[in-house]
């Protein structure tokens, strides 16, 4: 199986980066061939803008879908959109691996799906969810936080992880047609004992390597490109 990881942590020698490294060799034991997106590391710019594209559809006005859509069909994205957005397409199973910022994805990572996840590439108009382009793939979200597993409960100001995971599982993933694993979560990961991260590392390894081991059946939709509304580009 292809699979690709977007990892958004910048320092290697962090809790993140060990994860990283746990995941790639029992992946790369299991047979899998594992790419990684090192989103700090291969210095991803995470704004969006006209240096997106290599030449513009509309020079007065930028409206960002529709140049999205335009580069899809002109294959005029700029070379680190095309590079990320060619690994993707490569990939079988997805994994975002990040620390919880702020309730959310570190902002890189925001700006990766926000600049790579293109209308025309990753979704087009009345082909979401059931219909995504990317039915038939997998993905998995791998979080670590600060918060005990305790304040990621109705009762706390958190609340549950499944809603603080809400925007890159159901409007992200499940948008494309993934289907989105269980998320693994390394709650607490700077306040657990040296022997809880261990098992955590241990934990991490064998859903991955169990995830990776079921069949993904990828039921391609035809050219998504053919499917890119010719007209601007009105709203998701
Ligand atoms: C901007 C910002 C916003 C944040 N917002 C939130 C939030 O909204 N909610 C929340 O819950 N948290 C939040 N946090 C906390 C954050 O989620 C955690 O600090 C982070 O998830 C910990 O992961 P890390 O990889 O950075 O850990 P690190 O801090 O790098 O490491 C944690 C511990 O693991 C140890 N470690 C490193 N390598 C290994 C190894 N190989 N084996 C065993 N132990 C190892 C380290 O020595 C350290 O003791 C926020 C932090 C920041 C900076």
Known sequence: MRV?????????????????????????????????????????????GRHDFESAADEDRFHYQSEQAAAARNDTFAPDLKREQDRLRRADFVIFQFPLWHGGVPAILKGWMDRVLACGISY???????????????????????????RFSESYPYGPIERV????????????????????????????SDAERAAYLDAYETRLVEATAKPVEFKPIGDPLALVAEKAWSGR
């Open 4 to 48: 690709l990881m977007v990892y958004a942590h910048p320092e290697p020698k962090s809790f993140n980066g060990a994860m990283r490294e746990r995941a790639v060799a029992a992946l790369t034991r299991a047979g899998h061939a594992i790419e990684v997106s090192d989103l700090y590391a291969e210095k991803f710019d995470p704004v969006a």
């Open 124 to 150: 087009v108009d009345g082909r979401r969810y059931d219909t995504g382009l990317f039915r038939g793939r997998r993905a998995l979200v791998a979080v670590t936080t600060g918060g005990t597993p305790q």
């Open 165 to 192: 995971l809400w925007q890159p599982q159901r409007m992200t993933l499940e948008y494309m047609g993934f289907e989105v694993e269980q998320p693994f979560i390394a709650y607490a990961a700077p306040r657990v």
